[in-house]
């Protein structure tokens, strides 16, 4: 396992040293793959062309023409657009959808020269906390194949952690890049909302999602939002800024005194209380008590408009998917069913969303079409932009007086597969102390901060700064990683057990 144990910084240095080739590294990822994602079922799709793809690679950095990430492998999740495998989104209603382009994300990645393995499963148009509403099975934890690998990109944590990608792309609505990471010991990173480009993200909730780097090292998160980010003209909402390289933000975060005189904020209504796993709070106050021994400033702050972001989420998003869902219509892509006699158009298309949107898809277009409706929409769905507003402005006032916000990633570890699905509210509360981040447009990271007493799971630790102040993030999250890694022994993964 050597070679995919290693970092994506790791084997970049091995390919521009020429002591590997990108075959040899992309060969043993496969190889990984076909060994253990019978167990874990993080990929949906393999990528046929991915070995000539390697070996094109190897050839022009042969020639002096590919360095970098160029050669290291990485895991697409299956909401993002790819013009030469299927994009499902892991819905019946797009089976088999091979896209006519690239996501800007994808593409450049592959002007980069990363080589492709395939794409990953995921819940349902992003819909879920736990992969578990996939039409195409369920992914598992590779710590522990009865629990869930946290949701909706649970096949792009489960890829980075069970060694089977190095590297992944997320998408991140209301916290499905950093809540999978928590749970599976990885690093993810939800960007300032229009840093990195949307389009060719098959669209959930369009204020809401955002794209973003899943890793098992901060600085390979950077490494991969260097090649991902910065503006794009396909996406209107794309931020036309320079942007500074995340990668030395991470590398800055390792040097000696890098917290030092750091202000962390610990969100009082975020920080433990109901709901809160006691492993994870004590994880979480450890991890704060080495930032602090670093020189790091530990300050409360309370942001009380917070306690009403998943409802006001709960009401934005299913409002914005029932219109970017409308789109799936029979008509235009997709699933056709076309029930027998003479149907219409209209029976067509109920057919069809019948037969190829699951329960939680039609659940929350039901709900959004009803927030969205005449004599509803001020009471709810107008309420809900109220309340991001008042969101928006706790995050200001706290960041008014620290540096970044610091929270638990996830309140529990993960827990069974089957234990939650039945239950949306439970389901829904997994994302409490993610969605505030996505509400307000500003960047998270979520890194592993340890294993829970109680189960010997990974638990995460979540930061958050302004928008636009993303590398603040990697250097924090690079200096936490550096001392609870000398504290460990080692990276967390190299204690999984699962498929060791």
């Given at each position: ?17 020429r ?27 393999l990528n ?15 020639e002096?023409?590919?360095?970098g990430l ?8 299956d909401?993002?657009c ?12 797009l ?7 690239d996501?800007?994300?994808v ?37 522990d194949?009865s ?14 952690s ?15 890049i ?21 389009y060719?993200?098959?669209?959930l909730a ?47 975060g390792?040097?000696?005194g890098?917290?030092r005189?750091?202000r ?9 209380g ?14 704060l ?34 219109s ?16 027998d006699?003479?149907?219409t ?8 969303r ?8 039609k659940?929350?277009?039901?709900l ?27 995050f ?9 916000l ?10 069974p ?5 039945d ?9 409490l ?6 509400l ?10 340890g ?6 799971l ?23 990683e550096?001392?609870?890694?000398a504290?460990w022994?080692?990276?967390?993964l ?7």
């Amino acid at each position: 396992m050597s070679l995919v144990t290693k970092s994506a910084a790791e084997l970049a240095a091995l390919l521009d040293a020429r002591e590997v080739s990108s075959v040899e590294v992309t060969q043993a990822h496969l190889d990984r793959i076909a060994a253990v994602d019978g167990d874990v079922h993080a990929f949906l799709h393999l990528n046929a062309d991915a070995l000539d793809t390697a070996s094109a690679i190897d050839k022009a950095r042969a020639e002096g023409a590919a360095s970098g990430l160029a050669g290291v492998p990485v895991a697409i999740k299956d909401v993002l657009c790819t013009l030469d495998m299927p994009s499902t989104s892991g819905s019946k209603i797009l089976e088999g959808w091979i896209p006519p382009y690239d996501a800007t994300v994808v593409a450049r990645m592959r002007a980069a020269g990363l080589v492709p393995l395939g794409k990953t499963n995921m819940d349902e148009f992003a819909m879920g906390s736990s992969t578990e509403h996939s039409a195409y099975g369920n992914t598992h934890n590779p710590w522990d194949l009865s629990r869930i690998p946290g949701g909706s990109g649970g096949g792009s944590a489960a890829a980075v952690s069970a060694f089977e990608a190095p590297l992944a792309l997320g998408s991140d609505t209301g916290g499905s890049i950093r809540q999978p990471a928590a749970v599976t010991g990885s690093v993810g990173v939800k960007p300032t909302y229009g840093g990195v480009s949307r389009y060719g993200a098959i669209a959930l909730a369009s204020s809401l999602d955002q794209v973003g780097p899943v890793t098992r090292t901060v600085l390979d998160a950077g490494l991969l939002h260097d090649v991902i980010g910065g503006h794009d003209p396909h996406d209107s909402t794309s931020i036309p800024d320079a942007w500074p390289s995340f990668a030395d933000a991470a590398r800055a975060g390792q040097r000696e005194g890098a917290v030092r005189g750091l202000r962390v904020g610990v969100v009082s209504e975020l920080a433990g209380g109901e709901g809160f796993q006691p492993g994870v709070v004590q994880r979480f106050q450890e991890a704060l008590a080495l930032l602090e021994a670093q020189g790091a400033e530990i300050v409360e702050v309370s942001a009380p408009s917070f306690q009403y972001a998943i409802a006001a989420y709960y009401l934005i998003l299913p409002a914005e998917a029932s219109s970017n869902l409308a789109k799936f219509d029979s008509v235009r892509f997709g699933l056709r069913v076309t029930p027998d006699g003479q149907p219409t158009v209209e029976d067509v298309m109920s057919a069809t969303r019948e037969a190829g949107f699951g329960d939680e898809v039609k659940r929350r277009i039901i709900l959004g079409t009803y927030a969205l409706s005449a004599g509803y929409y001020d009471a709810y769905y107008g309420s809900a932009q109220k309340v991001r507003t008042l969101i928006q402005r706790d995050f200001d006032a706290a960041f008014a007086k620290v540096d970044v916000l610091a929270t638990p990633s996830a309140p529990t570890t993960a827990f069974p597969l089957g234990s939650k699905v039945d239950d949306p509210l439970a389901m829904y509360l997994n994302d409490l102390t993610t969605i505030p981040a996505n509400l307000a447009g500003v960047p998270g990271i979520s890194l592993p901060s340890g294993l829970a007493p109680e189960d010997g799971l990974p638990v995460g630790i979540q930061f958050m700064a302004p928008a636009r102040e993303d590398a603040r993030l990697y250097t924090v999250g690079a200096a936490l990683e550096q001392l609870l890694e000398a504290q460990w022994g080692g990276p967390l993964l190299a204690n999984a057990p699962a498929l060791a």
